[in-house]
């Protein structure tokens, strides 16, 4: 096996794990927002309509890493589908996804740890999971893995007691006090913060290299993956908001003002207290959610930018694999850069909505190539096909097409900033880089 060759070592239960340890973090913090926006039913309507489009992309994008398992994801599907330039677009919108959803989980882990530990600066607790966590995926697949096993499974059963717990205390009277402030427009508004629960799940997509039989492990891990998160999503909704209201989950002080990256320990507060022995114990095992997606995202980023690398849309230094380790180094530590830089922006919810714009240009790219492939290439190997087609797909760039104009009408200056950061990059690719042909088989070959 080659040196500049990835590892394989990836099992279902792994993919299963990596799958769910993507997204869970979602589940902990940041949906919250969106009922600022919408109240309890304008984020229901939008959690559901997207849980739907998830649930249908899953599938979708699956025939696409099983029929071409490269770890450059969209990146590599589009190249096959629709040429190099539209290729370019999708990879640098999956990188921004993919590096600017950990500085956003880091701020989460930082809060709940400030919880926890009153004197500890939330911040400096944020850097210094960024520089853990890059570490242990620099260290080796194997290692990486059997860690976001451990704590995928401890965040999974952490949500199950939290639904135990607070279960007795729910009243309906709470989800529908208040339950649609803004009207329509403020399900709109919610679309970015329903997409948290479940962004990441496309992260499987970008081990596909490194996994064992890819052509059916894959769809086990993305089949297995999103029914956990879809359950794990309606229990931690219904019975948080169904505690005190969707206010005591929003607000730190649990009326107005300032937000909280902490909802479910502002749920337990109401039922525990906050200074007893089972709400501390909680925060601490809640942190496993926020580590799994944080420690997860940064494994996906590192392929995904080893990947544009690799083929010279990136600087070959993010494409080298490191001899002793058999990990893409070089793209890890710069992504740590670019994330830590975020980071100290402070701003959450619009570091959110940034990665939430790259992961629906993502998903709309995705689809277009599965139908191009589909109708270009019909004798292309699929060891799985979605179900339903053409409608799985179809439904997915309907929904994902309407989320994004939504996005970019309530929030024209990300968007702004977005798009100058596509329009930056690409302008840089056609300017500086090595030229990247593709032959018919959609191959790369960098000269």
């Given at each position: 096996?080659?040196n500049n060759s990835l590892k394989?070592?990836?099992?279902?239960?792994?993919?299963?794990a990596l799958g769910v340890g993507?997204?869970?973090?979602?589940?902990?913090?940041?949906?919250?927002?969106?009922?600022?926006?919408?109240?309890?039913?304008?984020?229901?309507?939008?959690?559901?309509?997207?849980?739907?489009?998830?649930?249908?992309?899953?599938?979708?994008?699956?025939?696409?890493?099983?029929?071409?398992?490269?770890?450059?994801?969209?990146?590599?599907?589009?190249?096959?589908?629709?040429?190099?330039?539209?290729?370019?677009?999708?990879?640098?919108?999956?990188?921004?996804?993919?590096?600017?959803?950990?500085?956003?989980?880091?701020?989460?882990?930082?809060?709940?740890?400030?919880?926890?530990?009153?004197?500890?600066?939330?911040?400096?607790?944020?850097?210094?999971?960024?520089?853990?966590?890059?570490?242990?995926?620099?260290?080796?697949?194997?290692?990486?893995?059997?860690?976001?096993?451990?704590?995928?499974?401890?965040?999974?059963g952490e949500l199950l007691l939290?639904?135990?717990?607070?279960?007795?205390?729910?009243?309906?009277?709470?989800?529908?006090?208040?339950?649609?402030?803004?009207?329509?427009?403020?399900?709109?508004?919610?679309?970015?913060?329903?997409?948290?629960?479940?962004?990441?799940?496309?992260?499987?997509?970008?081990?596909?290299?490194?996994?064992?039989?890819?052509?059916?492990?894959?769809?086990?891990?993305?089949?297995?993956?999103?029914?956990?998160?879809?359950?794990?999503?309606?229990?931690?909704?219904?019975?948080?908001?169904?505690?005190?209201?969707?206010?005591?989950?929003?607000?730190?002080?649990?009326?107005?003002?300032?937000?909280?990256?902490?909802?479910?320990?502002?749920?337990?507060?109401?039922?525990?207290?906050?200074?007893?022995?089972?709400?501390?114990?909680?925060?601490?095992?809640?942190?496993?959610?926020?580590?799994?997606?944080?420690?997860?995202?940064?494994?996906?980023?590192?392929?995904?930018?080893?990947?544009?690398?690799?083929?010279?849309?990136?600087?070959?230094?993010?494409?080298?694999?490191?001899?002793?380790?058999?990990?893409?180094?070089?793209?890890?530590?710069?992504?740590?850069?670019?994330?830590?830089?975020?980071?100290?922006?402070?701003?959450?919810?619009?570091?959110?909505?940034?990665?939430?714009?790259?992961?629906?240009?993502?998903?709309?790219?995705?689809?277009?190539?599965?139908?191009?492939?589909?109708?270009?290439?019909?004798?292309?190997?699929?060891?799985?096909?979605?179900?339903?087609?053409?409608?799985?797909?179809?439904?997915?760039?309907?929904?994902?097409?309407?989320?994004?104009?939504?996005?970019?009408?309530?929030?024209?200056?990300?968007?702004?900033?977005?798009?100058?950061?596509?329009?930056?990059?690409?302008?840089?690719?056609?300017?500086?880089?090595?030229?990247?042909?593709?032959?018919?088989?959609?191959?790369?070959?960098?000269?």
């Amino acid at each position: 096996m080659s040196n500049n060759s990835l590892k394989k070592a990836l099992t279902p239960f792994a993919l299963w794990a990596l799958g769910v340890g993507y997204v869970i973090s979602g589940m902990y913090f940041g949906w919250n927002l969106g009922l600022e926006k919408g109240g309890t039913l304008g984020m229901a309507i939008a959690t559901a309509v997207i849980m739907v489009m998830y649930v249908t992309f899953s599938f979708s994008y699956a025939e696409l890493a099983c029929a071409i398992p490269k770890a450059g994801g969209v990146f590599d599907y589009a190249a096959r589908a629709l040429g190099k330039n539209v290729a370019f677009i999708a990879g640098i919108a999956q990188t921004v996804e993919f590096v600017f959803a950990p500085p956003a989980i880091a701020f989460a882990i930082g809060a709940y740890l400030n919880a926890f530990f009153p004197q500890t600066s939330a911040l400096v607790s944020a850097v210094t999971v960024y520089f853990i966590f890059t570490t242990i995926n620099i260290l080796g697949l194997t290692l990486a893995a059997s860690f976001e096993i451990i704590v995928t499974v401890l965040a999974v059963g952490e949500l199950l007691l939290f639904t135990g717990i607070t279960a007795p205390h729910f009243q309906v009277v709470h989800l529908t006090q208040n339950a649609f402030p803004n009207g329509w427009p403020g399900v709109l508004e919610a679309i970015p913060f329903a997409i948290w629960f479940f962004l990441g799940i496309e992260g499987l997509a970008n081990v596909a290299e490194e996994t064992k039989n890819p052509q059916r492990a894959i769809i086990r891990g993305f089949g297995s993956a999103i029914l956990t998160l879809v359950v794990l999503c309606i229990l931690v909704f219904v019975f948080s908001t169904g505690v005190a209201g969707w206010e005591a989950i929003v607000y730190k002080n649990g009326i107005s003002g300032e937000t909280s990256d902490s909802p479910l320990p502002l749920a337990l507060a109401k039922i525990t207290g906050s200074n007893t022995l089972m709400y501390h114990l909680l925060i601490t095992v809640g942190l496993f959610g926020l580590i799994a997606s944080f420690h997860g995202l940064i494994l996906a980023a590192g392929r995904a930018t080893y990947e544009m690398g690799r083929t010279r849309n990136m600087p070959a230094f993010f494409g080298s694999i490191s001899p002793k380790f058999r990990t893409p180094v070089n793209a890890l530590l710069g992504n740590m850069v670019i994330g830590l830089l975020a980071l100290f922006s402070g701003r959450t919810a619009e570091i959110i909505t940034i990665s939430v714009l790259g992961a629906l240009t993502l998903y709309i790219i995705a689809m277009i190539s599965l139908i191009v492939l589909r109708r270009r290439q019909p004798g292309l190997h699929r060891p799985f096909r979605v179900p339903a087609y053409p409608l799985f797909p179809a439904t997915v760039l309907i929904i994902a097409v309407i989320s994004l104009l939504a996005m970019f009408i309530f929030n024209i200056k990300l968007s702004l900033i977005y798009l100058g950061i596509l329009l930056f990059s690409y302008i840089a690719f056609r300017i500086f880089n090595t030229k990247v042909l593709y032959d018919k088989s959609g191959n790369t070959d960098v000269h």
